[in-house]
């Protein structure tokens, strides 16, 4: 956080579970051999509390808004979420995504899914928020584009096949798509896994940081789109909006697809 802060950022964005992500092995109630229903007796939650207090404190120390992964307590018996908390520069909880698309484990054994987008406004500047594997899920980020969002940050542990190299193309690919910026944070990996990074709206890496396994930060400036990507957006929306049904022509040597 202090090295963003001097860097110049106005937000921080961590991975999935940067305060805390427990293992399905060791909160496993039949663990760790088996993975089975998680048993929270096993989990401090004073502590975690403790550590998102000081890091909230930081970030007015800083004047530093910080979206960073998380476990988010429920009332009992219920499972937690697995979440993102937007902490403000002022050191306060502006909001909180919550995980929808969970993965097998998580869902069966683990956490309880969030229900809703979430936005928020930083400098005129529009994020939305993702979490874990959502990136498989192009439904969510098209959402986002319809709500205005200018960046949408994806945080995840980059586990499973490829090492979330495949999370890292489908950023390229949906930031591409909706014509808006996205940034890709997961934790700095030893086994080739797809390091962190911030894309462009034509979904170029514009910051990205180096894939050695030890902790970096990538830093860029949300610029405006030029004259051509600026118009691009609006035009997708009327084009899925239906604008060519109505250049829909009656024609045989159209109907029939079987002749030359």
Not at 24 to 32: E, I, N, T, V
Not at 85 to 93: A, F, K, L, N, T
Request: proline letters at 6%; hydrophobic letters at 40%; charged letters at 25%.
């Amino acid at each position: 956080m202090h090295r963003a802060r001097a860097a110049g950022a106005r937000v921080v964005h961590f991975p999935e579970g940067a305060v805390c992500f427990p293992h399905k092995r060791l909160l496993s109630a039949l663990g760790p051999d088996e993975v089975g229903p998680s048993d929270r007796s096993r989990f401090r939650w004073d502590v975690l509390r403790d550590e998102l207090a000081l890091t909230a404190r930081l970030a007015r120390e800083l004047g530093l808004w910080t979206v960073l992964g998380s476990v988010h307590r429920l009332t009992a018996p219920n499972r937690p979420h697995n979440s993102l908390y937007v902490i403000s520069d002022r050191g306060e909880v502006a909001t909180r995504y919550d995980e929808r698309m969970l993965s097998h484990t998580k869902i069966s054994y683990m956490y309880a899914p969030g229900s809703a987008s979430v936005t928020f406004e930083v400098g005129g500047v529009r994020f939305g928020c993702a979490l874990g594997m959502e990136a498989h899920f192009p439904e969510l980020f098209g959402e986002y584009e319809r709500l205005d969002v200018d960046c949408v940050l994806f945080s995840t542990t980059g586990e499973g096949t490829g090492g979330g190299k495949a999370f890292a193309t489908e950023m390229r690919a949906h930031a591409a798509t909706n014509r808006y910026w996205g940034a890709f944070a997961a934790p700095a990996r030893l086994d080739g896994g797809a390091p962190a990074g911030i894309v462009s709206p034509d979904g170029e890496w514009v910051a990205r940081c180096p894939g050695d396994g030890a902790p970096a930060l990538a830093v860029a400036e949300l610029g405006p789109q030029d004259p051509a990507g600026a118009l691009a957006r609006p035009w997708r929306r009327r084009a899925r909006a239906g604008l060519y049904n109505g250049y829909l022509v009656q024609d045989a040597r159209s109907d029939d697809r079987t002749v030359l």
